[in-house]
């Protein structure tokens, strides 16, 4: 499942300065000029300079484990809250009261989880960032 699934992040769009688009094993997206994107071995972190925002996205696949199993694993992780799935097998959570948000979906042979934190002061660049990917 090679598709970009916006989902329980819908955001306001603000103008902002922006890199050029990044590339990634699964994806591509634009960071902006002060935001610092990273990726090790399935996990891209894109992070603003000042710490007070970051982006996680980690896509792979899922390694015998359901979509489930896998946001069960992410939410005691981060210590979120409840877990809300939809029709359609996408898990949701927020973390850090309430200041982060955790989406999972997939299938059988490919997996993504986006972690978002820091909208107080990130949410429209956050949400520009989440608005450019593009999956490969």
């Known amino acids: 499942m090679k598709r970009v699934i916006i989902f329980a ?13 990044q590339e990634f094993k699964y994806f591509s997206v634009d960071v902006p000029d002060d935001w610092t994107a990273e990726e090790e071995n399935d996990e891209v972190r894109i992070t ?8 996680r996205i980690i896509a792979a696949e899922p390694e015998e484990k359901t979509i489930a199993e896998l946001a069960s694993n992410f939410l005691a992780e981060l210590g979120g809250s409840e877990l809300v799935s939809d029709d359609e097998g996408t898990y949701t959570f927020e973390f850090s009261d309430g200041e982060g948000q955790a989406t999972i979906t997939g299938d059988e042979n490919f997996y993504m989880v986006i972690m978002a934190s820091g909208f107080e002061k990130n949410g429209d660049t956050l949400g520009e960032i989440l608005n450019s990917l593009e999956m490969k």
Do not use: N, Q, R
Not at 9 to 21: K, P, T
Not at 48 to 55: F, I, R, S, V
């Open 48 to 55: 603003a300079d000042d710490k007070t925002g970051e982006l």
């Open 9 to 21: 992040m819908i955001f306001i769009l603000a103008s902002s300065a922006y890199a050029e688009i």
